[in-house]
């Protein structure tokens, strides 16, 4: 891009880089941008070089970052102009401003053919180089006989060859129809004997892609494949600008690889004995050195290597050695090297007859398992699980169940769903099974499903031998001090169905494990009492003729929750309280339950249901499934025509709309894909599947798997409408997010990702068997930056992607350009910008569909904008505290209000839970150490920064109220950020799924708190 003699251009660049702040090159562009657009308007007046210029000023404008809605036609009539200065300033310009589906391109196409079918090899570069990068369907239909001409011919130089395949792969991905698959074979045999590596490597790249659509038309191109590796790895003809630290072409050897996997086999001994001998001296000449740049190359086209050998089943003795080459690298330093050895060992696992070689290696991976790099652990992680048979699985649990304690949050419901599926699997006796269990639980009770300690009951129930050894460990682990729920759950169902196998023990009487279990109900939550209610009842049957006193103390409990809130409770303390009246009846009533039908077991089906992206995408994967090979890989297998999962029903607050019912032109304008368009108000339900097991980081390989079967008339995505009424005057719409009936299934849950996602800035927003949905973001003050990660997981592209932003009132949100396509097995990113006006709790939802083959998939999606991702939290001295605490006078300004139903967590939990949500926790503020303190600065464009203070004072006697006071210097803050710190209290779980809602009934009055308390200094002040 030669700029001299563009004094203007120079100038421009120079004052803009000149400015002081945003504003001042705001205003700067804005003045530019009404120069052109008036230049523009009289464009006879314009020479040739004015109109380069000012395009030139067009594009340095659009990559600041700002938006350029004029111009274009000048930018693509400069494509037809005779000298290749304008020429060169057009094709660039386009290439950048315009995308595929733009209308003004569609002008461009004759320009375009004739650059092409000119004799200027310059202009053919050019216009190859457009097309390459931004040619979309009309493109293909019009110019591949053209691009075709030029890459078969044998008069074009090679810098046009080479422009020419690239080009063509670009067109055959838009239309795979452009390329006649009887013709194209021998033509594409011709090509790969080509002798100049840049031809050579650009058609290999086209040939990936053609066998990847159609291998059984290419089997003559096999030979000619093997040639090339034979070639790059003896070193002939190779020259010297092809040559990279060393190695020949690492490029064009990794290309050529990829090919041959997507071959089913190869049958020929001369050429699969050629095959092998080029594959060896790849494996045997592979090393880690000092170099980084050679390491890279190297093991680039070692591993693609590796994965072909895999591919071709090829003998045992060099399976070995790639196993024990793996083996050298799991041990090494560097830790990128470790981690590809870790993960390409992983895919070894799918070849037979070379577990017992990896098994010699367990040691140092169990060392990896304690790796300070969290994906070299879960790569350890996914390696160990696949590994385990019955002569390991002891010591692979036991070490799983020894990390379990120290490992990252991050990893633990991963560790110990695999701990227990390991278990389950290859138990050597239901003892040890049950020991497992039981610690996995003492030890990471918050990761541990239901799932797991159900099937620890039914194996239980279903063996008699084991119920009195089950009920010991229970009885066992109720004597420590402080035990998890979950463990207080299964240990008070044990003990109430087979306490009384246990009555001649010491400290095991019907009285002794009443009291035991009694002990812990102050500290459970409400579907816990339901169980330790039938626990009593249970108890109170084994010991007729019943103990008066046992008894009257189970009674009182019952009486107790007679008039309890929760439906559940109050029902069974009512029945229960009736039953055990009924004496020896009693026995025949509370029974010990039956054994349960035998039935595939919960774990497993769920590992089986989870999608693993445990190895990098290659055609391997592919193969495995085509061919139902009894590798251990984890795939959805869900039923074509089966019945939607039934879920909970969730709340979510979107944009106000005042009338679903009014005409389009009422309705709300958002941006879609960097367009103004009417959408549709009212949201549609949202699937939740259960919670998935999400392996792999965000930005990690995508899964090249197809989509799961299913039936093509049942693939259709139903979105059904919800109608509601609402009032003129709501601040909030909200909209009921429930099940979708359709056979497109999220994996994981849609609720708990958006949780998780407004507790931090990166992870899995929403994903499908086709798609993945990831978020970045950075925040600033009261601006904010997300980056939509949307990545295609298929060997299909998605087409008619559409993007549209749902705004509320407060916020200001920008969405750039998206995609109406994504190529197969790609990721692409689109920034979102984010500015916060004022205060609010609304929740801006993205419309995202797309297109798999026939079928329309939509949903939407609430995005992690919420209102703590604008606090900065601050500490505040004592000092600073009170005098700010006191100029604040009492409502609107400061509002206290005694909030019910508060999830019971002790004060450290809860200072964890406002740390999370930015809300800096002061200690040592109030005397009272039972109450807590809390500081934040609230950024907005209204408000700037505004300092807000919490106090939360809290019932030691019940953790399920408290009292809390916000102030700020806001009103409107006041409020919605006490109305957003009571949803975290109340509704929005921090673990697991919400207990099923139970019908409101009127709280009873609970007196406030004293105001003579240690915290009545504080207090005062309120």
Known sequence: MALSGMRGLSVFISEVRNCRNKEQERLRVDKELGNIRTRFKNEKGLTPYEKKKYVWKMLYIYMLGYDVDFGHME???????????????????????????????????????????????????????????????????????DVQKLLISSSCRP??????????????????????????????????????????????????ALVSNNHEAYWSCLPKCVKVMERLARNQDIPQEYTYYGIPSPWLQVKTMRALQYFPTVEDPSIRRALFEVLQRILMGTD???????????????????????????EKEMMSQCVALLGKFIAVREPNIRYLGLENMTRMLMVTDVHEIIKRHQAQIITSLKDPDISIRRRSLDLLYGMCDVSNAKDIVEELLQYLGTADFAMREELALKAAILAEKFAPDLSWYVDVILQLIDKAGDFVSDDIWFRVVQ????????????????????????????????SAYLLGEYSHLLARRPGCSPKEIFSIIHEKLPTVSTPTISILLTTYAKILMHSQPPDPELQNQVWAVYSKYESCIDAEIQQRAVEYFALSRKGEALMDILAEMPKFPERQSSLIKKAEDTEADTAEQSAIKLRTQQQASNALVLTDHRPANGAPQVSQLGMIMVPSTSNVDQNVVDQPLTHSNGTLSVVDPQPPAQDHAPAGDILGDLLGPLAIEGPPGVSPQSELNNVPSHEGTLGANDALALAPVGDQESTVKPIGDIAERFHALCLKDSGVLYEDPYIQIGIKAEWRGHQGRMVLFLGNKNTASLDSVQAKILPPSHLKLDLSLVPKIIPPRAQVQCPLEVVNLRPSRDVAVLDFSYKFGTYLVNNRLRLPAVLNKFFQPIQVSAEEFFPQWRSLPGPPL?????????????????????NSLKLMVCPGLDPNACNLVASTTFYSENTRAMLCLIRIETDPADRTQLRMTVASGDPTLTFELKEFIKEHLVSIPTAGKPPAPVAQQPQPNIPPIASSDPGALLAGLL
């Open 75 to 145: 930018a693509v009539s400069l494509i037809s102009a005779p000298k290749y200065p304008e020429k060169q300033v057009g094709y660039i310009v386009t290439s950048c401003l315009l995308n595929e589906n733009h209308d003004f391109l569609r002008l461009a196409i004759n320009a375009v053919r004739n650059d092409i079918i000119g004799r200027n090899e310059t202009f053919q570069c050019l216009a190859l180089t457009l097309v390459g990068n931004i040619g979309g369907r009309e493109f293909a239909e019009s110019l591949a006989p």
């Open 159 to 208: 810098l046009v060859r080479k422009k020419a395949a690239l080009c063509l792969l670009r067109l055959f991905r838009k239309n795979s129809d452009i390329l006649n698959v009887d013709g194209w074979s021998d033509r594409m045999a011709q090509l790969l004997d080509e002798r100049d590596l840049g031809v050579l490597t650009s058609s290999m790249s086209l040939f990936v």
């Open 288 to 314: 880690v050195v000092k170099n980084v740049n050679k390491n890279n190359a190297s093991h680039a086209v070692l591993f693609e290597a590796l994965a072909l050998v895999m591919h071709l089943d090829s």
């Open 459 to 490: 194996f239980v129930t279903n063996n008699e031998d084991l119920q009195p050894y089950a009920a010991l460990k229970a009885r066992e682990y109720l004597d420590k001090p402080a035990i998890h729920e979950t463990m207080v759950k299964v």
């Open 894 to 914: 400061k509002l206290q209000e005694v909030v019910r139903g508060v999830r019971p967590m002790s004060l450290g939990e809860m200072a964890n839970l406002f």
